[in-house]
């Protein structure tokens, strides 16, 4: 279990800003994902914690200790890579063994030929925590097998079991999930989550699937264009998105924006003036997030807006109705219970308002969310 | 939506055979993939299979070049061989060019490509001019050697009389025309192994690398164990195999340098089919001679290829 400390983390490759001054606390044993579009920078970041790249500026620092001078096997962090990285000439018992040879035996004991005369205590404890690691995550029956012989969750598992078997101080994860299939991840992201657990470890979690961040982690940064956007638990970054971009990423489907301006306190989004009264000055421009289980279809609301039905998804338990309306280029998505609207068709004109109680997410100019308290006055209405 | 008003309301109807005709295995199908497959098979019937007939057929008789009368001996040429001590000087002459020229082309292959690529600069220039001996005219370039191994005006002798030692007559001296010969060999053939050892390189996938700086094998000697060397498997195969079949082959630089000579010390297999065909017109022994040659190559190259196969993992 370790800590791990960013500071002002820069990182410039030619002319092109990789990372812009990224500080980041990782708390011992905490679950951190790392989460943004592909090309934000974040694998880059952490191969710079792992020591595989080296920052233009900014310290790294592990339980407190600088460690940019260290070296990757200094550091004592494990990685898994989103190819896994196995090497694929040695068997999984050579897999997870590696790491394990590498620390626990001299070079004489690792040379070819001669390095079998020796060492045979150290060899047996290597062999020991070989086993166990492959038992803790039953991949025991796998051990004389070579990566090109295994299905992508062995070897997946076994990935994972080369950087748990020398129990690192931290476990970096780059994409670990990316190359399973669509079932498969979702019970990977059980298994990791209950590893975490078990082993009370530091998890550092790169990702850009955002279902990933929110299911598994204990707090979750996003990060857009190599820069943090916003550091909170899975709840405060959907609940409480600090930029229209962090709203955007965060939650499926998106969450729906439009225009809107303000006039006396109140806003207005193509004709129709919101139900709550804000202290923001006259004639700003705003961006106005409402979430699609924030919004439902009316017949005849005289506060919503009208549009045609584009296109809907039935997910079961869930019907999203995309609505295409002039208050934006999207269609606004809707969340409505499947059985609520049967004989809902495509192309039919319906209205569109918001649920009375709905949290509302409002943006300024730049993207950033104007705070909540400056909402004076929210009317609640029914109809 | 937007990108449904470019689409067609309905899609254009099927031409009317279309659907119309079953699927079916015809006997025309048959004759067409004969007929596709005809070409290569009668090139390689003309060009590869008919010419190894024809040496096995023509190394059992007397045949002379220009000759009239033909006569069937049998094994009669290979008994003659095998009781030629030119032949065998020939072939052990063959083997060592051999065993001298393919480890050190591989091995030195694979130094230059592991410095070449261990730098970003100048690699280009690396590689082209370590390619070059390649692409060079072997025959022209068999000429300038021979002026640097001159024993009086040549550079290397010059140099090293230079330093206090005594020079020799490199290619005329039984004990160092094979090698000063196998040196030529080794220039020639080590940019080839090297640009082909430099695309493996390249091959190797960074991660790999990366994984194995962190679980500690980061020094030099061991990312080349656990990473660089069994991933190059493949390829080093492919340079073993393609370095031993160019060994074989030689015989420019034999027949412009020194004829197989002094006294049969650089005599090699090639030059001597070439020497009994085309200069003694000893057709039905030349034949021979190839036989043996030929069968000696494939034998050493499918060997070659299963051994190294056992320890190659191709990922």
């Known amino acids: 279990m370790a800590a791990i400390e960013l500071r002002h983390i820069v990182k410039r490759c030619g002319n092109a800003d990789i990372l812009r001054d990224v500080s980041l606390g990782v708390e011992a044993g905490e679950f951190l994902t790392i989460v943004g579009p592909s090309g934000c920078g974040k694998s880059t970041l952490l191969k710079i914690i792992a020591g595989l790249e080296e920052q233009t500026s900014g310290e790294v620092l592990i339980d407190a200790l600088p460690a940019d001078h260290l070296r990757p096997k200094a550091r004592d962090i494990a990685m898994v890579f989103q190819s896994y990285a196995l090497y694929p000439h040695l068997t999984v018992f050579d897999n997870l063994a590696l790491p394990l040879r590498m620390r626990w035996l001299t070079p004489v004991q690792r040379a070819p030929a001669i390095g079998r005369f020796f060492g045979s205590a150290a060899r047996q404890r290597v062999a020991q925590a070989v086993r166990e690691t492959a038992e803790f995550l039953e991949i025991g029956h796998l051990l004389d097998r070579k990566p090109g012989q295994l299905s992508g969750g062995q070897r997946q598992r076994v990935a994972l079991g080369r950087a748990l078997v020398r129990r690192p101080k931290a476990f970096l994860m780059d994409e670990p999930l990316s190359n399973l299939d669509a079932q498969l991840r979702v019970s990977m992201r059980h298994e990791l989550a209950a590893l975490h657990r078990r082993l009370g470890a530091t998890f550092v979690y790169v990702t850009h699937d955002q279902s990933e961040a929110m299911t598994m982690s204990d707090r979750v940064a996003v990060m857009m264009e190599g820069g943090l956007l916003q550091v909170d638990t899975p709840q405060a970054v959907y609940d409480r998105p600090s930029h229209r971009k962090v709203a955007e990423f965060i939650g499926s489907p998106a969450i729906n924006l439009f225009r809107a301006h303000v006039e006396h306190g109140r806003l207005r989004a193509d004709g129709i003036l919101l139900p709550s009264h804000w202290d923001i000055p006259d004639d700003e421009a705003v961006t106005v997030g409402i979430r699609p289980q924030g919004l439902t279809l009316k017949a005849d609301a005289p506060s919503g807006w009208r549009g045609e039905v584009a296109h809907l998804e039935n997910m079961g338990a869930d019907l999203f109705v995309h609505v295409r309306t002039r208050l934006c280029d999207t269609a606004l998505v809707v969340r409505m219970s499947p059985h609520h609207r049967e004989g809902l068709k495509l192309g039919e004109t319906v209205t569109v308002a918001r649920l009375g109680s709905a949290p509302m997410l409002v943006f300024d100019r730049h993207g950033q969310r104007i705070d909540p308290r400056r909402e004076i006055l929210s009317e609640v209405v029914n109809g | 939506m937007a990108e449904t008003a470019l689409l067609p309301a309905r899609w254009p109807a099927l031409p009317a055979q279309f659907p119309a005709r079953p699927y079916r295995v015809a006997a025309s199908e048959s004759r067409h993939a004969v007929a596709l497959v005809a070409p290569a098979v009668g090139l390689m019937l003309v060009l590869l299979f008919g010419p190894t007939a024809a040496a096995l057929v023509i190394s059992c008789t007397d045949w002379e070049f220009g000759a009239a009368a033909v006569r069937f001996v049998g094994l009669a040429n290979f008994r003659a061989l095998a009781a030629d ?186 030059h001597l089919i070439y020497v009994e065909s085309f200069e003694f017109l000893r057709t039905g022994r030349g034949a021979a001679l190839t036989v043996i040659y030929l069968a000696i190559v494939v034998g050493i190259t499918m060997l070659q290829t299963r051994l190294v196969e056992r320890r190659v993992h191709y990922a």
Request: charged fraction near 15%; include cysteine.
């Open chain 2, 85 to 270: 001590p030119v032949f065998w000087k020939a072939l052990g002459n063959t083997l060592t060019y051999v065993v001298v020229v393919v480890p050190a082309c591989v091995a030195g292959g694979l130094v230059l490509a592991l410095l070449i690529e261990s730098r970003q600069r100048f690699r280009a220039f690396y590689r082209t001019a370590h390619f070059l001996p390649v692409m060079s005219t072997l025959v022209a370039m068999a000429v300038v050697w021979q002026t640097l191994l001159h024993p009086t005006i040549g550079l290397l002798n010059q140099v090293l009389h230079v330093i206090g030692l005594d020079g020799r007559n490199w290619l005329r001296e039984e004990g160092t025309a094979l090698f000063a010969l196998a040196l030529i060999g080794i220039w020639q053939n080590l940019g080839y192994a090297t640009v082909l050892f430099m695309a493996g390189l390249k091959s190797i996938p960074r991660d790999l690398y990366h994984a194995a700086d962190i679980d500690g094998a980061d020094s030099a000697l061991d990312r080349l164990r656990t990473v660089t060397l069994p991933l190059l498997g493949p390829v080093t195969m492919f340079v073993l195999v393609m370095m031993a079949v160019r060994a074989f082959q030689l015989f420019e630089t034999v027949h412009v340098l020194t004829k197989g000579g002094p006294n049969k010390a650089s005599e090699v297999l090639l």
